[in-house]
Nanobody, 113 residues
Framework: QVQLVESGGGLVQPGGSLRLSCAAS????????MAWYRQAPGKQREYVAK???????NYAASVEGRFTISRDNTKNTVYLQMNSLKPEDTAVYYC???????WGQGIQVTVSS
């Protein structure tokens, strides 16, 4: 059974950067499309970005140009580099193996001065 564990969240000022990591264990994820989602307080979970097994990325319009998704299959890990962070990026961020029920536990990102 695959497990996903996010790390790298925290509190950052507007305009700052964070890099989230999603480490998978129990199964290799190299053949899977991996995705990041987020859920802000009182809102539904929303799509942020995905990366295919062939390393093709895709982004939600709200983060395009500011966030970069990448993967390191040797480490069985997916990353989300977040730059130029805004208060509206505040949310719990989740890693997901796309089209499956495999989710991480989530990690808090707070953008505030």
């Amino acid at each position: 059974q695959v497990q996903l564990v996010e790390s790298g969240g925290g509190l950052v000022q507007p305009g700052g950067s964070l890099r989230l990591s999603c480490a998978a264990s129990g199964s290799a994820i190299s053949g899977n499309t991996m995705a990041w989602y987020r859920q802000a307080p009182g809102k539904q979970r929303e799509y942020v970005a995905k990366i295919t097994s062939g390393n093709s990325p895709n982004y939600a319009a709200s983060v395009e140009g500011r966030f970069t998704i990448s993967r390191d299959n040797t480490k069985n890990t997916v990353y989300l580099q977040m730059n130029s962070l805004k208060p509206e990026d505040t949310a719990v961020y989740y890693c997901n193996i796309l089209w499956t029920l495999h989710w991480g536990q989530g990690i808090q990102v707070t953008v505030s001065s």
